[in-house]
């Protein structure tokens, strides 16, 4: 997976933005002002931070090496997942779809009624 192709995906999940709060070098995705991704610009390998469910985090890391608790994140619910191309670009696009819905399901309803709304209107 590219960054470009990364970047792509992120930004088609429904109500997804793009901004840098941290400076110039690390782009974050949000839906509905939470975050759900973040990579690093210019890093390489190109990596991306991911939110994930504790249990499956483990998991993962345990199946792919290229999985690690997440970098300057809370170990327990963020991986870093290193886009080295050890793991196909249908399970990385799993594991940002899951930290999509995880963000989602987190959010205050009426918050996820006008995501709900923004994606009937597309």
Avoid at 26 to 52: D, Q, W, Y
């Amino acid at each position: 997976m590219t960054f470009r192709s990364l970047r792509d995906y992120c930004l088609s999940k429904p109500g997804a933005t793009e901004d840098f709060p941290f400076g110039e070098e690390t782009l974050v995705f949000r839906v509905m002002g939470k975050i759900f991704a973040l990579t690093g610009v210019e890093s390489l390998p190109l990596s991306v931070n991911l939110k994930c469910d504790p249990e499956w985090a483990v998991e993962l890391r345990d199946r792919w090496p290229a999985v690690q608790p997440g970098y300057h994140m809370n170990k327990a619910h963020w991986n870093t997942v290193e886009l080295d191309g050890s793991i196909p670009a249908d399970e990385v696009r799993e594991m940002i779809d899951h930290s999509y819905e995880r963000v989602v399901a987190g959010l205050k309803k009426a918050d996820r009624q006008r995501l709900e709304a923004l994606t009937r209107e597309a």
